[in-house]
């Protein structure tokens, strides 16, 4: 199976996109690919831009990874209760591409996290609501409240019960998914 994973953040440091590595390990022996939305870094949208230009490059490049792949698992960062720009960008110019849904009808696992008790819980519940009219099914979400005090680099989840509750919801992934 193919899987691509990403982090909603074009920080370098994000933790969302550590979150997302770290939770993406469960899955070995499939194919995982991590992108960088850094590397995909478009015009900011516009109709005037799409009239003009047409659709970058990026786009479509950003579609073929999200088509050629089975299983999505994406990080959302949080920024003023919201989607980051970069990720929002990414999702408008790609929105753009005529006859596909966005997320080409893939599964997804969404996660969030943020320094604060929250773990990203505003943009969590845009996205969980947003995926299905835009092509994504979701299968499960989880959010990690407190980054700082719950996740280690290098040892990840440090918190029992958020580690068992993240344990859990990829066991029934990989059930429903048969892998």
Do not use: C
């Amino acid at each position: 199976m193919k899987i691509l994973a990403f982090a909603g953040s074009n920080s370098r440091a994000s933790i969302n996109k550590k979150l997302v590595t770290h939770v993406a390990s469960f899955f070995n022996g499939h194919d995982i690919e991590i992108l960088d939305l850094n590397d995909y870094e478009m015009p900011l949208f516009s109709v005037d831009k799409l009239a003009k230009d047409g659709i970058p490059s990026l786009a479509t490049d950003f579609a073929k990874k999200i088509d050629n792949s089975d299983f999505l698992l994406i990080s959302f960062a949080e920024n003023n209760g919201a989607y980051t720009t970069a990720f929002k960008n990414i999702f408008d110019w790609v929105s753009m591409i005529q006859g596909r849904p966005v997320f080409g009808n893939k599964p997804m696992f969404l996660l969030s996290t943020s320094p604060g008790p929250r773990g990203g819980a505003s943009v969590m519940e845009i996205a969980k609501n947003r995926m299905p009219f835009s092509g994504g099914r979701v299968l499960d979400t989880f959010s990690l409240p407190s980054y700082n005090k719950n996740f280690v680099e290098g040892e990840g989840i440090t918190n029992g019960e958020f580690a068992a509750e993240v344990a859990t919801k990829i066991a029934k992934i990989k059930m429903e998914l048969s892998m």
